[in-house]
């Protein structure tokens, strides 16, 4: 079967999901995310929005992906951060 009639795997529908609703291409399934101060995971989509699994959890949130949110790269850094007492020039995607 050609690659172009392969179906998506559950990674790239998220892409695929995030830059049509979003515009966010850098954003990952399994990516760390902390919103309104409390860490989480993202897990999927729900509708535009986040699905994430916020630690000690074991369901799924509905979250906007830009209202006080901070995304973290595999080294734990920061890579974006949309809350609003984010310092000036370092509110959005960074990395």
Same mark, same amino acid.
């Given at each position: 079967? #050609? /690659?172009?009639? *392969? #179906?998506?795997?559950?990674?790239?529908? !998220?892409?695929?999901?995030?830059?049509?609703?979003?515009?966010?291409?850098?954003? *990952?399934?399994?990516?760390?995310?902390?919103?309104?101060?409390?860490?989480?995971?993202?897990?999927?989509? =729900?509708?535009?929005?986040?699905?994430?699994?916020?630690?000690?959890? =074991?369901?799924?949130?509905?979250?906007?992906?830009?209202?006080?949110?901070?995304? !973290?790269?595999?080294?734990?850094?920061?890579?974006?951060?949309?809350?609003?007492? /984010?310092? #000036?020039?370092?509110?959005?995607?960074?990395?």
């Amino acid at each position: 079967m #050609p /690659a172009s009639e *392969r #179906p998506l795997t559950a990674g790239q529908k !998220f892409i695929e999901d995030m830059v049509r609703m979003r515009g966010m291409d850098w954003v *990952r399934l399994g990516m760390q995310v902390e919103v309104d101060g409390k860490p989480g995971t993202i897990r999927g989509t =729900h509708g535009g929005n986040l699905a994430v699994v916020f630690k000690g959890q =074991h369901f799924r949130s509905n979250c906007h992906p830009t209202w006080e949110t901070r995304y !973290f790269n595999t080294r734990g850094e920061v890579i974006a951060d949309y809350r609003a007492n /984010a310092k #000036p020039g370092e509110r959005g995607y960074a990395e």
